[in-house]
């Protein structure tokens, strides 16, 4: 029933887009730790910043404190940012893919000391099945607030998002955290 409408999501988001920094000779690259030499100044005093804050939370409250000051930062909209910088200057509107992807990299540039080889983050794109009625309703309302640019993210009765993965290593373990709500997958594909 849904093979269709996953198999064109799925050609269309084949993997989540990077965030990337400006560099001052004008390339840009996706961040990752290493990312420290030549980054221009917009982006490194975007890390400095918001790692510096994830860093903080993490040593007053572990894990649990950079994912809170994460879910009060970034909240969802409409807007798809590549750029660190630009990214952080619209973090109140940040799109699922764009957001979820931030938060991996903000995660994964804190230090964990001695728990470094325990948790991965990563991003896990998830493809979730609604009522017909439902997704004609929310398309409506996306076209008629002109933000057309969600709208791909939907195909029949299914829709795109993208969540940040948990994994311990050593439980063997993943959760699955979409900003403030921890999501347990479904194990039949007719639930949502």
């Known amino acids: 029933m849904w093979a269709k409408d996953v198999a064109e999501l799925q050609s ?3 993997s989540p887009s990077p965030i990337v920094v400006h560099f001052q000779n004008g390339l840009k690259e996706p961040w990752n730790k290493q990312t420290k030499k030549d980054v221009a100044s917009c982006c490194k005093t975007a890390i400095a910043s918001i790692v510096s804050s994830a860093q903080s939370c993490l040593s ?3 894990v649990a404190g950079v994912l809170n000051m ?3 930062r970034i909240h969802w909209g409409f807007a798809r940012k590549d750029y660190v910088c630009e990214c952080l200057e ?3 509107e940040l799109d699922c893919e764009a957001g979820a ?3 991996v990299k903000i995660l994964r540039s804190v230090q964990f000391i001695g728990r470094e080889d325990e948790l991965q983050f990563v991003p896990v794109q998830l493809i979730r099945a609604f009522n017909t009625s439902s997704i004609t309703i929310t ?3 996306y076209t008629q607030l002109k933000h057309d640019s969600v709208v791909p993210w939907m195909a029949g009765s299914c829709s795109y998002h993208l969540v940040v993965g948990i994994i311990s290593v050593r439980r063997g373990t993943i959760k699955l955290w979409d ?8 194990r039949e594909a007719t639930e949502d």
């Open 90 to 92: 619209c973090m109140n």
């Open 60 to 62: 007053t409250n572990g």
């Open 101 to 103: 992807s931030l938060a």
């Open 12 to 14: 269309k988001f084949s």
């Open 70 to 72: 994460l879910e009060k």
């Open 179 to 186: 900003f403030g709500v921890w999501l347990q997958p479904s």
């Open 139 to 141: 398309k409506n309302q």
